[in-house]
């Protein structure tokens, strides 16, 4: 049974979609999502704490929301970009649009905060507190906090002839101040920046009563403006466009490149100013003018800024408020394994494919093991690995660090050119090439995305390869976070893909081959849609045809129409995608059989499966690449079969728990807008992730034997 969405929300953002279209517009789209992370944070069924984190997530993703996706909006529509997207609305009609949904939404956002959750969190004793709720014994603490350690880091900015407005940096919180000389009538500007080195929220002593430091830097300006009055002091915060555009062609160095653009960026244009709800007209009109943005950029906020901020409070020490700690479990072919026996971890995979399922599934005693057993064993020749992005103290990059040092062969594909990840990846590469690693930039023009791992080992007296490929990074931290699959496996086919694969990134191969895996730019995108038109064909035979895909997006319009066609012709569909769905399900003639789910949860669903029925012979794949246009054409990814009856029986099981939960499950609606699952009256409740935990604990507790090579 199908809901309505919550009254907390406003209209979908795509009423004003034509509904004759055949696609949805992809920011609309969007911002549906994050409308369903917000309908978490509501969630009353969700521990306060988690649904704290919910809205920091909200605000989070809408700042890159603006950074990417409203920043390139804003550059077609100063370049006067003619070419239309296939939903057919200009970039001023988009933003139009966008604002008409965004300031609804950030609106329930705050309200939400500051009218429910701060105060069911006070009955916890978990306090965001003024300066004027503080006692006086508390509020002379932080008076010696800001003369210890605060006065000498802040560097006030004054406005005159001559100190010019001074460069406010991207999403950087600050302080507009007002000051004058006593006696005087006319106020002149300052600016404070918060230091974002020290914590957002300052803690009272021996309580979880927190004040934001902005307001403890605010009851102090007297010190840094003395002798003036201060008049009023009110934060804001810059978002800038990060939708910097390269040439890699001509750039002799992407290194360098990529470090020029990272400088762009701190630069570039604003999009978004967010300022106090109470400031004064006089205050904002002066940051619109210097800053150069419209009225229709500037969000006046109740409440603090930057609630992205809200996650490092999630940590505190109130566990009822969480959810249950879940601590994964090993997979079962790898739980007998010696942990101090390198042959014996291999030979567990030699065994037999082993598909792990993060985070119910340990990605340190299953992915991280791989790579650091692999660097620590003497009969490793050559270890070969994408990067695209990864934890800040990395034990895999460490691993093969390791290995580098010791003089195995290592090979390390980055990508410099993931959004907002640059630096760090720079850094890491630079780290290996110190220690000898052979570090590689991957294809001009491509990013490369694929999620792969090669090893190369002696037995016998002879190499024998081993490979990882999975739809997530190589990142500890978000392995806890988000739902991912991989595949181990010894196979030759495979491990001969993996080994061109490779090549092609770290070489030059003419024309590249690949037998099993599915390799964008090279055969994937051609792959998939004779898969899609196979199903078209048993369907007209009278066999059946029947498509299950799980991705996080879905915007390729070649992709979008065969399913169009394949709907037309009677194959029935059916889609989990959590984020942008550009496809209108239900559409009469066009894709009455196509039905689409979004799982918004605990976890950040990030996996990939794609099955098709094949008249009772299905085939199942997993791997990096959504179905949009950018995996497909602009991008090295890589998706492989999965063939052993055991694995797909798994990968079956997770889609099938998938579309049939009636917790977290979004049913979408052909106009854009989507209806949250409840379980009928006498139904159970069916949360998938939930179940998958369960699932996980059961698996792991059975008897295992690892077949021998």
Known sequence: MSEPVSTLHPEPAQSRESPGS??????LSWLEFNRRVLHEAEDP???????????????????EFFMKRVGGLKQQLASQVLELPPDGLTPRQQLATIDGVVRPLVAA?????????????????????????????????????????????????????????????????????????????????ARVKVPHILPRWLQVPKTLRYVPLEVVIAHHLDQLFPGLEIVESQPFRVTRNADVQRNEEEADDLIEAIQEELRERR????VRLEVAEGMSSWMRNLLAQ????????????????????????????????????????????LQNTDPEEAADFFAAIAGGDVLVHHPYDSFANSVQRFIEVAAADPAVLA??????????????????????????????????????????????????????????????????????????????????????????????????????????????????????????????????RFKKLLVAPINMRARFLE??????????????????????????????HALYDASAAGVEI??????????????????????????????????????????GKPEYFIGSADWMSRNLDARVEAIVPVEDPRLQEELQGILDLQLADNVKAWDMQSDGSYRQRSPSPGDEPRSSQDLLMQRAVERAGRETTVRPR
Not at 416 to 430: L, P, V
Not at 532 to 556: F, S, T
């Open 22 to 27: 055949l696609f949805l517009n992809r920011e």
């Open 45 to 63: 069924r969700n521990p306060l704490l988690e649904r704290l984190k919910f809205l920091a997530i909200f605000d989070n993703n809408l700042d």
């Open 109 to 189: 956002h705050r309200r939400l905060f500051n009218r429910e959750i701060l105060p069911a969190l006070s009955q916890h004793g978990l306090e965001i507190l003024s300066w004027e709720a503080l006692r006086a014994s508390e509020r002379r603490h932080f008076s010696e906090f800001f003369e210890r350690r605060l006065f000498p880091a802040l560097t006030p900015l004054a406005l005159d002839p001559a100190h010019p407005f001074p460069f406010i940096s991207n999403l950087s919180l600050s302080l507009a101040v007002a000051v004058k000389t006593p006696g005087e009538g006319t106020s002149r500007f």
């Open 267 to 270: 630069f570039a244009f604003p």
């Open 290 to 333: 210097e800053l150069e943005i419209q009225e229709s950029d500037i969000f006046a906020i109740e409440g603090p800024l930057a609630l992205r901020d809200l996650m490092a409070l999630g940590a505190v020490p109130l566990p009822s408020l969480r959810f249950r700690p879940w601590s994964p479990v090993t997979p079962p072919q």
């Open 383 to 512: 270890l070969k690995q994408t990067l695209y992005r990864t934890s800040a103290d990395s034990p895999n990059m460490r691993a093969l660090i390791r290995a580098a040092e010791e003089r195995k062969q290592v090979a390390v594909t980055v990508e410099i050119k993931a959004r907002f990840d640059e630096a760090a990846n720079i850094e890491w590469a630079e780290r290996l090439e110190k220690v000898g690693a052979h570090v590689c930039y991957g294809v001009v023009g491509l990013k490369t995305h694929a999620k792969i791992a090669l090893v190369v080992r002696q037995e016998r007296g002879e190499l024998r390869c081993y490979v990882h490929l999975a739809t997530g990074n190589y990142n500890p931290d978000t392995a806890k976070l988000y739902t991912d699959l991989g595949l181990f496996t010894a196979r030759e086919d495979i491990a001969g893909d993996a080994v061109q694969l490779f090549n092609m990134l770290t070489g030059y191969v003419h024309k590249p």
């Open 531 to 560: 898969l899609i038109e196979r199903e078209v064909q048993h369907q007209k035979a009278g066999r059946g045809g029947h498509i299950v895909a799980k991705m996080n997006a879905l915007d390729d319009r070649q992709i979008i």
């Open 574 to 615: 059916d889609l989990v995608v959590r984020g942008i769905c550009r496809l209108r399900p239900s559409l009469p003639g066009k894709s009455e059989t196509i039905r689409v789910v979004s799982i918004v949860g605990r976890y950040l669903e990030h996996a990939r499966i794609f099955t098709f029925g094949n008249a």
